[in-house]
T-cell receptor, first 112, second 115 residues
């Protein structure tokens, strides 16, 4: 019940295309949903995050869509660039906790 | 921009040996964490630490693991008797408030190889 399921495992997109990564969760106590970006040899870095009081959050080319009833959320990267090539992790956390539960990760490759 | 720094970047040890992984969190942060990532797998929570005590720990964080903030700047993870399955990338992280309220800042990790 603590798991966060992420798909796809890998994704190849052409420059300028839209990248979409999906996550699903079971634990209804989760109410904070960040996305982290990780480049090779680096630690994860926070990209964007959402709380369930809104259904969408946009920051530049990055948008999170959140569907509370379906217990799903997704990351959309518009106008994908080669510099976006990285591993993306969704995560979730409960209000009362101090731990992030991560998804399995998606390796995104944006071809020039 | 302030960073979380971890040393060493790579540690090789023999099974059964003790290792200490070191971290210097961002100076004004109050919450400290260890996560690990086995090669090609997801990032897993180990432990969170606040006000000089463990706030939460996962089932992975058994009696072989311990954390300490020995002074005002360092945060360490000790594995008493390493096993082959402890081989992973260990990430230290810190945050100004709890991870629910403020972003985690991760270091670049220590790759632990147990032979």
């Amino acid at each position: 019940q603590q798991q966060v399921k992420q798909s796809p495992q890998s994704l190849i997109v052409q420059k300028g295309g839209i990248s979409i990564i999906n996550c699903a969760y079971e634990n209804t106590a989760f109410d904070y949903f960040p996305w982290y970006q990780q480049f090779p040899g680096k630690g994860p870095a926070l990209l964007i995050a959402i709380r369930p009081d809104v259904s969408e959050k946009k920051e530049g080319r990055f948008t999170i869509s959140f569907n509370k009833s379906a217990k799903q959320f997704s990351l959309h990267i518009m106008d994908s660039q080669p510099g976006d090539s990285a591993t993306y992790f969704c995560a979730a956390e409960e209000t009362s906790g101090s731990r992030l539960t991560f998804g399995e990760g998606t390796q995104l490759t944006v071809n020039p | 921009e302030p960073e979380v720094t971890q040393t060493p970047s790579h540690q090789v040890t023999q099974m059964g040996q003790e290792v200490i992984l070191r971290c210097v969190p961002i100076s004004n942060h109050l919450y400290f964490y260890w996560y690990r990532q086995i090669l090609g797998q997801k990032v897993e929570f180990l432990v969170s630490f606040y006000n000089n005590e463990i706030s939460e720990k996962s089932e992975i964080f058994d009696d072989q693991f311990s954390v300490e903030r020995p002074d005002g700047s360092n945060f360490t993870l000790k594995i008493r008797s390493t096993k082959l399955e402890d081989s992973a990338m260990y990430f230290c992280a810190s945050s100004a408030e709890s991870s629910y309220n403020s972003p985690l800042h991760f270091g670049n990790g220590t790759r632990l190889t147990v032979t």
